[in-house]
C-alpha cells in the first residue's frame, strides 16, 4: 500500500467516524438562539432591519447543516478537508473575513459622511454667528434721529 | 461675496502660539482675511484667535489637519476668495513668503504654488531635517517626478491655491489627516498648473507627532498608498475641476 492510499484511508475513516448526537444537537441550538437573539434585538431597536438577512441566513445555514448530515460531508469532501468540523471552522473563517471587510468598506463610508456633515455644521455655525452679530449692530447703536 | 483673499491658518491647542502667528502675518499680509480653522480644540485657541482680528470657524470635534484645511478651501470658495494661502499655525512659516506664493496666482500663471524650504536662498537659518525625514523627502520627490511633477519639498504645507485648486480640494478624495505628495499629484492629473516657490521655514518650536513613535513608518506606508491611488486617477482637464 502506498502512502497516498493509506492517508485515503485515513481520511475515510476520519469521515466514517460516527458522530454524536450531541454535536447536531449543539448546531440546532447555536442556530436558533443565534436567530431568536437577531429577531430580540431588531425588537429592541438595538439592530436595524437591513442588517439582519445575512446573520438569519447564518442561522438557517448552521440549522442546515446540523438537520441534514449528507450536506456537511459533501462539502467536506468537495473541499478536501478531514473531518466535518473543519469545513464548518473554514467556512465560518471566510464569513467573518468577508463581514469584517464588508464592515470596514461602511466603516470609510461613515468616516467621510461624518466628516462631511462636521464641515458643513462648522461653516453654518460660522454664518449663523455672523448674521446674528449683523443683526444685533443696529440694536445695540441705533441711528440718531 | 468677498474680493479679498484667505490666509487659512490650521489650529489645534495652539492658544500659546496663534496671537503672534496672527499679528505677524497680519502685518506681512495685511490685505488678507485671516482665518483660522479651530480643529476641536479645548483650550482657548479660538478665543485668542478672535482677539487676534482672525475669522474663526470651528469644528464640534477633532477632525485631522486635512479635514481643517479643506473646511478652509470651503469656506473660501463660500465667499468667493479669489485664491487663498495656507501655512502652519505653530509658526513654522515666515509670514514674509505670502506674497511670493501668491503671485503666480493672481497673475494666472499657476493653480497651484508650494513653498519650497530646500529653494531658499535668502538671509535666515537654512532649514536641517533629520536623516530620515530627508529620506521620505527624496523618496517622494522622486516619486511625483516620476509622474511629471517636479518637486523639491512635497511635504510643505506652505501653499497657494487658485480658484481651480479649491474646486478640486473640495472632493471626497482629500484626506483627513496629512495631505501631502498624494493631493499635489491628484492635481496634476487633473491638469492643475502646480509649482513652487522658495520661501522661508523655521525650525519647528516642539516635536510634532508624526516625527514620533510609529507615525513615521505609518506615514510612509499610507503616502505611498494614497500615491498609488493618486497615480491611477484619471487625468482631467481643469475644466473638470470646476
Redesign the interface.
Known sequence: MTDAERLEDLRRLFLEAPETGATRLLAVVGALVLAGGILWLVRRRTLREEYTPIWLAVAAGVLLLGLDRSLLYGLTRALGAWSPSSTVFFLGLVFLVAICLNYAVRLSVL??ET??L??E???L??ALECRVARDAVPAADPEPR | MSERPVLLLCAYQEATRIGDVLDAVAQAAPGYERLVVDDGSSDATADVARRHGAHVVRHPFNLGYGAALQTGYKYARAVGAPWLVQMDADGQHDPSGIASLAEPIERGELDLVVGSRFLFAGPGDAYAMGPVRTLGRRVFSGVSSAFGLSLTDPTSGFQALGPHALALYVGDFFPCDFPDVDVLLVAHRHGLRVGERPVHMWQSRRPSTLHSGWAPIYYVYKMSLSTWAASRTVSGGREGSR
Open positions: 468616516t467621510l466628516k462631511n462636521a464641515q455644521v462648522a461653516l455655525r460660522d
